[in-house]
């Protein structure tokens, strides 16, 4: 579904990604750990096409295409969704207005006809409970005044009404309790299908517990040092980063947010 | 910059769709100003003589004063000698014949949307167009007649109502106000008149449509309305102009008067030539609008959308005198290019229990300068005066401004005032966000934008919200409400 190759992007005169491989497989999930700063949002940007990132070289194919050829928005409709690290705030613009013209221009590009109001309403009641979203939440402008783990459920949320091909969720877990987490990791699993695909970017192996990886790859200084099973994480959760070949970073993964939100 | 910012420029920019000139042949008085112009004007017009008398004391009026230099905009000094101050179309219709109106007249409303034809027109809608310097038809005249209510052109109400028109002219915005209103009551040419009698409803939209053809004219209109006790009415205001490098000049009055228990609602989508992409020629737009909700439990509303003009000067204002009268002003300025607009409104508060409202969006885009200035005023025996200000600017790229000056004089301690002020941009998070799902920018950009209006919006009558969405390049499907 996804291959990227030798893939090197900078921001400015930044170099960031230096020399990413990596292939995702219809069906599979992917987490990618590391620590902050390594560039895992930079990968997650860059592979949703964020203008400020400039790719320098390398490839990234996504269902036969190439995925740098296409406007952020022709990705969206190609089924690409990104769950932001920081989701943004749009005051005066209606969630549920906001995901309808979404899903409508998904559905456009498909060459399926415009979900009617009625539709519309539907399908958000049936993705409501299933991620037991507020229907205050939805009624509200988009982020605007949300506490962070709000953001993080609509986000989940939108995921849901979108069903993306290939869902790319950065640091989705991150603030949430431990009811939204799960909350979270249902989301995703609700989609986990054999056509479909997930990168999921975090910093704690306890949301792997729900959501169970097929890979797990670690980012340091903008390269994949490692790869490997479920139990990758396991044991980087255990001795922290500074094990690991290559990794500048010494800082243990077991940090002090960590214990914070648990 | 980025290409985001460009292209969300770019779309804010948009060329102006109505800058097309009609070939009409025309009847023009030479350039200029003095005693004699505005003696020939009136009687062109065939004006009685109190009007005339009038015109010339505002006129002597007008050379005592100064152009106003306190508003925060920018331009070459106006020759307000190298001006033509009348021009009217040469073949004119018998008032209530739409038979001679000259057929490229007609095109030219139709082509702007404004069927001059009542079998054509917008159901609901009684129009008045006004063409440079006259009022080329007003339609549905008859329906309204039957209710008592006079619709018709300025000058035409000078000759079959002058009681009414004595009355009222000048009685909200007197000829001496300011330089602008004293030129304008000088040499106003035509405009609309309109008289909803006591306890009245109108049963339709009532409008005004000007269009500026001529070139290097001036246009000066003037519209009264008056809604008698118990009466209510909703009249919309309109204009666009042909693009053209030099700047035209257009300084019109509007005055209202709500008797006792009395509503009028006047909006207005104004959207007069900008400019071109580098600020040459477009709409000098000074306007004088004020209205007096002169009887109790009055209500006067102005709802505004400006997007044309290269520059905009107007303060639609209230005066509360009646108890318990009502004043509210809500508006959409939107400046691109080198636009520049001082507009806001001022709230005078004079009766017991009297209550005001401002909600003001100013949008900026390129160089646009956009400056909200407000003023509220609470009388001395305004007792329990309550007025409500919110000022929001938003910033579509980095190179516009926004500017805010609110003005508060308070003489009577049980007022109540609260103000909220707010400026944001456009991000290029937020657009990335909105394409990140689907959208496009210009998508992204108009759901932002409708989503800032739509305070705004819902306070105009559906036909308009509907030309203001399209002014807008926007979809309000949805956001409303
Ligand atoms: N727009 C930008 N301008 C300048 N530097 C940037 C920009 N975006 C990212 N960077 C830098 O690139 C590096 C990688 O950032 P990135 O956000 O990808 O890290 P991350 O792995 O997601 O970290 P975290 O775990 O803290 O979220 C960091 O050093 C960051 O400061
Ligand atoms: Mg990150």
Redo the contacts between chains.
């Keep these: 579904m996804l291959e990227i190759r030798n893939l090197h992007a900078r921001v400015g005169d930044k170099e960031i990604l230096k020399g990413i491989d990596l292939r995702v497989d219809a069906g599979e999930v992917h987490a990618v750990m590391g620590p902050n700063g390594s560039g895992k949002s930079t990968l997650a940007g860059v592979l949703?096409?964020?203008?400020?990132y400039v790719v320098t070289e390398g490839s990234v194919v996504y269902r036969g295409r190439n995925l740098l050829d296409l406007?952020?928005?022709e990705?969206?409709?190609e089924g690409i969704?990104?769950a932001?690290q920081y989701?943004?705030?749009?005051?005066?613009?209606?969630n549920l207005?906001?995901?309808?013209?979404?899903?409508n221009?998904?559905r456009a590009?498909r060459g399926e006809p415009e979900l009617d109001a009625i539709e519309f309403t539907a399908l958000v009641r049936s993705k409501m409970s299933l991620l037991g979203m507020d229907q205050e939440l939805l009624s509200r402008?988009v982020n605007d005044g949300f506490s962070g783990g709000e953001k993080k459920r609509n986000e989940i949320f939108?995921m849901a009404v979108?069903e993306p091909a290939l869902a790319i969720l950065d640091e989705t877990d991150s603030g949430l309790d431990i009811d939204a987490l799960k909350v979270v990791a249902g989301g995703v699993n609700a989609l986990r299908s054999p056509d479909r695909a997930a990168v999921v970017v975090t910093h704690y192996q306890r949301l792997l517990n729900y959501i169970v990886p097929d890979q797990v790859h670690v980012l340091s200084d903008g390269r994949i040092v490692r790869s490997g099973g479920r139990g990758l994480a396991l044991e980087l959760e255990e001795k922290g980063y500074g094990w690991l070949a290559g990794a500048e970073d010494n800082e243990p993964a077991r940090d002090s947010r960590l214990e914070a939100r648990a | 910059m980025?290409?985001?910012t460009r292209t969300i420029e770019a779309l804010a920019t948009q060329e102006y769709k109505y800058g097309f000139e009609s070939d009409v042949e025309a009847e023009t008085i030479p350039r200029g100003l003095s005693e004699d112009v505005v003696r020939r004007i009136s009687e062109l017009k065939g004006e009685p003589e109190w009007l005339l008398e009038w015109r010339l004391k505002a006129y002597r009026t007008w050379l005592t004063l100064e152009d106003p230099d306190w508003a925060n905009i920018h331009h070459d000094p106006i020759d307000y000698q190298d001006i033509i101050y009348y021009a009217a179309p040469k073949r004119r219709p018998a008032p209530g014949s739409l038979d001679e109106v000259d057929p490229e007249v007609r095109r030219t409303f139709e082509k702007l949307g404004i069927p001059i034809e009542e079998q054509k027109a917008l159901s609901g809608v009684a129009v008045d167009a006004v063409f440079d310097s006259v009022s080329v038809a007003t339609t549905f005249r008859a329906t309204l007649e039957k209710l008592g209510i006079i619709f018709c052109s300025f000058s035409e109400a000078v000759r079959t109502h002058p009681d009414l028109v004595r009355r009222y002219l000048g009685s909200v915005v007197p000829y001496s106000d300011n330089f602008f209103a004293a030129l304008n009551s000088a040499v106003f040419s035509d405009g609309s008149f309109c008289y909803v009698p006591k306890g009245v409803h109108c049963p339709m939209e009532l409008s005004t449509y000007f269009r500026i053809n001529a070139r290097n004219t001036g246009q000066f209109e003037r519209t009264l309305i008056v809604a008698d006790e118990g009466a209510d009415v909703s009249y919309l205001e309109g204009c666009t102009a042909p693009m053209r490098d030099e700047n035209q000049l257009h300084a019109a009055v509007v005055e209202l008067v709500a008797l006792d228990r009395a509503t009028i609602k006047y909006s207005t989508v104004q959207n007069w030539y900008p400019g071109d992409k580098n600020g040459k020629g477009g709409i000098y737009n000074f306007v004088t609008k004020r209205g007096h909700c002169r009887g109790h439990d009055s209500k006067i509303t102005w709802t505004q959308v400006e997007t044309g003009s290269a520059i905009t000067w107007k303060y639609p204002s209230c005066i509360l005198q009646g108890d318990r009268s009502v004043g509210e002003f809500y508006s959409v300025a939107v400046t691109a290019n080198y636009q520049q607009a001082d507009t806001g409104t001022k709230m005078i508060h004079l009766g017991k229990d009297t209550r005001s409202t401002i909600v003001s969006k100013g949008i900026s885009a390129g160089h646009g300068q956009n400056t909200y200035r407000g003023m509220v005023k609470i009388g001395r025996h305004a007792a329990n005066a309550r007025n409500y200000s919110q000022c929001d600017s938003l910033l579509i790229g980095d190179r516009c401004g926004a500017h805010t000056f609110p003005y508060i004089e308070i003489k009577n301690t049980s007022a109540q005032m609260e103000h909220e002020a707010s400026t944001?941009k456009i991000?290029?998070?937020?657009i990335?966000?909105?394409?990140?799902?689907?959208?496009?920018?210009e998508?992204a950009v108009n759901?932002?934008v409708?989503?800032?209006c739509?305070q705004v919006f819902r306070e105009l009558p559906m036909e308009f919200a509907v030309e203001a969405q399209k002014l807008l390049g926007v979809s309000l499907e949805?956001?409303v409400g």
């Excluded at chain 1, 949703?48 to 400020?52: C, D, I, L, V």
């Design positions: 949703a096409g964020r203008p400020e406007q952020p928005e990705r969206a409709r969704f990104l932001f989701p943004v705030e749009i005051p005066g613009v209606n207005y906001f995901l309808k013209a979404a899903l221009a998904v590009h402008p939108q979108l | 980025s290409t985001e944001s991000g290029e998070d937020q990335f966000y909105c394409r990140q799902r689907g959208l496009s920018t998508d759901m932002i409708s989503g800032f739509k949805g956001s």
